[in-house]
């Protein structure tokens, strides 16, 4: 008997998946094939395209958060801007290596102290003008170029060092003059400037801080000369420019940053957000951009961002919200139901979920923003270093210091600093 071969379950299954497949090629003829996919790429286009067009309704473009033509009108002329003494101080330096772009720091000695006598009367004769822009440090493209900024510091230290000649030899008027030029020199360098030269500045007054408190309790520094020494410390502190004065000249920045991190994105390196395999295609970055509508979006989130910082950053630390994310540097506005509108359009959590879906996290902005947090722990050691200065003239004129700060207030200050923190009452046994 004749045995009859059945057909294999897997040929049963190409059988059954060819009669709906087929029936388009019976109707129609095979170009229905090409007709289907390319109507699917169609539909898909049209959806894609759909969905960037609205992507962004729900985030509001606020516009520019303060006035930027009246803002970029500052100029000051070369014979009051101190810039243009430090540039020829920085010049003048020898041995301290202010010619590369990394970290600068040096232990100042009696060698390089003499050597750089020529820069230190440069830069002492800049601190003495009124006022202080940097020509080169308002602009992304510039500022990396730019050493004299970054080399003040180390005339600082300089500085210091010879205010510490002054007070080994007995000459405590003569140190004073030194630890002065530091302070004015620490305010020049945020005027007009942007958060990074906010951060050399407090550096600059960091270092001065501790050599001052000591300048002050030494018997050798008499009475008149710490009153002197209080008033021009009191002088120079009113020159520091406000913290919307930063945070205006970084918008800037980072707009700048936005536009040469959006042309320069395919040779940068890849975004880990997009998987090991799309990150791989060169093309891809690009269209992920198109799809985004990259830079509007980030731009959006740039002003939204400026918007919250500038409500804020001119009051006293105690009347400010809480200084929240750690990337972002917003503040948390749940701390203040008057917040402005424009300032609320976004809680925290909402806005962290469009800023991770733009540019921001994989650009230079993470470290920018680090920087919103010397605005808060600058102003302590400015306040704290006052109340110290009058403590000293309390206790000159009184022989012991005084038992509140309060008692400062009238002889020796008009009032007490704003961000002045008053230590916590020991506690009695």
């Given at each position: 008997?004749?045995?009859?071969?059945?057909p294999?379950?897997?040929?049963?299954l190409?059988?059954l998946?060819?009669?709906?497949?087929?029936?388009?090629a019976?109707?129609?003829?095979?170009?229905?094939?090409?007709?289907?996919?390319?109507?699917?790429?169609?539909?898909?286009?049209?959806?894609?395209?759909?969905?960037?067009?609205?992507?962004?309704?729900?985030?509001?473009?606020?516009?520019?958060?303060?006035?930027?033509?009246a803002?970029?009108?500052i100029?000051?002329?070369?014979?009051?801007?101190?810039?243009?003494?430090?540039?020829?101080?920085?010049?003048?330096?020898?041995?301290?290596?202010?010619?590369?772009?990394?970290?600068?720091?040096?232990?100042p000695?009696?060698?390089?102290?003499?050597?750089?006598d020529?820069?230190?009367?440069?830069?002492?004769?800049?601190t003495?003008?009124?006022?202080?822009?940097?020509?080169?440090?308002?602009s992304?493209?510039?500022?990396?170029?730019?050493?004299?900024s970054?080399?003040?510091?180390?005339?600082?230290q300089?500085?210091?060092?010879k205010?510490?000649?002054?007070?080994?030899?007995?000459?405590?008027?003569?140190?004073?003059?030194w630890?002065r030029?530091?302070l004015r020199?620490?305010?020049?360098?945020?005027?007009?400037?942007?958060?990074r030269?906010?951060e050399?500045?407090?550096?600059?007054l960091?270092f001065?801080?501790?050599?001052?408190?000591?300048?002050?309790?030494?018997?050798?520094?008499?009475?008149?000369?710490l009153?002197?020494?209080?008033?021009e410390?009191?002088?120079?502190?009113?020159?520091?420019?406000p913290?919307?004065?930063?945070?205006?000249?970084?918008?800037?920045?980072?707009?700048?940053m936005?536009?040469?991190?959006?042309?320069?994105w395919?040779?940068?390196?890849?975004?880990?957000?997009?998987?090991?395999?799309?990150?791989?295609?060169p093309?891809?970055?690009?269209?992920r951009?198109?799809?985004?509508?990259?830079?509007?979006r980030?731009r959006?989130?740039?002003?939204?961002?400026?918007?919250?910082?500038?409500?804020?950053?001119?009051?006293?630390?105690?009347?400010?919200p809480?200084?929240?994310?750690?990337?972002?540097?917003?503040?948390?506005?749940?701390?203040?139901p008057?917040a402005?509108?424009?300032?609320?359009?976004?809680d925290?959590?909402n806005?962290?979920?469009?800023?991770?879906?733009?540019?921001?996290?994989?650009?230079?902005f993470?470290?920018?923003?680090?920087?919103?947090?010397?605005?808060?722990t600058?102003?302590?050691?400015?306040?704290?270093?006052?109340?110290e200065?009058?403590s000293?003239?309390?206790?000159?004129?009184?022989?012991?210091?005084?038992?509140?700060?309060?008692?400062?207030?009238?002889?020796?200050?008009?009032?007490l600093?704003?961000?002045?923190?008053?230590?916590?009452?020991?506690?009695?046994?």
């Open positions: 008997m004749t045995r009859v071969a059945r294999s379950h897997f040929a049963t190409i059988w998946i060819r009669i709906p497949l087929g029936w388009p019976r109707v129609f003829g095979w170009r229905a094939y090409l007709k289907w996919p390319a109507m699917a790429l169609a539909a898909a286009t049209l959806a894609t395209l759909s969905w960037r067009q609205t992507s962004l309704r729900d985030l509001p473009d606020i516009g520019d958060p303060f006035d930027v033509a803002f970029q009108a100029d000051v002329p070369e014979s009051r801007n101190a810039y243009v003494l430090y540039d020829r101080a920085i010049r003048a330096t020898r041995g301290l290596g202010l010619d590369f772009r990394g970290p600068i720091q040096i232990s000695i009696p060698a390089l102290v003499s050597e750089n020529e820069a230190l009367r440069l830069w002492r004769e800049g003495e003008r009124p006022d202080a822009i940097d020509p080169l440090g308002n992304a493209y510039q500022f990396p170029k730019n050493f004299t970054a080399g003040l510091p180390v005339l600082a300089l500085a210091l060092a205010a510490a000649g002054s007070e080994a030899v007995g000459d405590m008027a003569g140190a004073w003059g630890y030029a530091v020199s620490s305010r020049h360098v945020g005027m007009h400037g942007h958060l030269h906010r050399r500045g407090s550096a600059i960091t001065a801080d501790k050599p001052i408190r000591r300048w002050a309790a030494d018997p050798r520094v008499d009475g008149p000369l009153r002197r020494a209080l008033a410390a009191r002088a120079i502190d009113a020159m520091t420019a913290a919307s004065d930063a945070l205006k000249r970084q918008y800037f920045i980072d707009l700048e936005l536009e040469w991190h959006e042309a320069v395919p040779s940068q390196p890849p975004d880990r957000r997009l998987g090991p395999v799309l990150q791989m295609l093309v891809f970055p690009r269209f951009s198109y799809l985004m509508r990259e830079p509007d980030s959006r989130l740039i002003r939204l961002i400026y918007a919250n910082r500038l409500a804020y950053a001119d009051r006293p630390r105690a009347a400010r809480t200084l929240g994310g750690a990337v972002t540097g917003l503040y948390d506005l749940a701390d203040d008057n402005p509108a424009s300032v609320r359009a976004f925290l959590p806005f962290l979920t469009w800023f991770n879906s733009s540019l921001l996290p994989v650009s230079p993470q470290t920018s923003w680090g920087r919103m947090r010397v605005l808060n600058e102003e302590p050691v400015r306040a704290d270093l006052l109340i200065l009058a000293e003239c309390y206790r000159r004129d009184h022989g012991q210091r005084p038992e509140s700060p309060q008692a400062l207030v009238g002889p020796y200050l008009d009032r600093p704003d961000d002045f923190e008053p230590p916590e009452p020991a506690s009695k046994p």
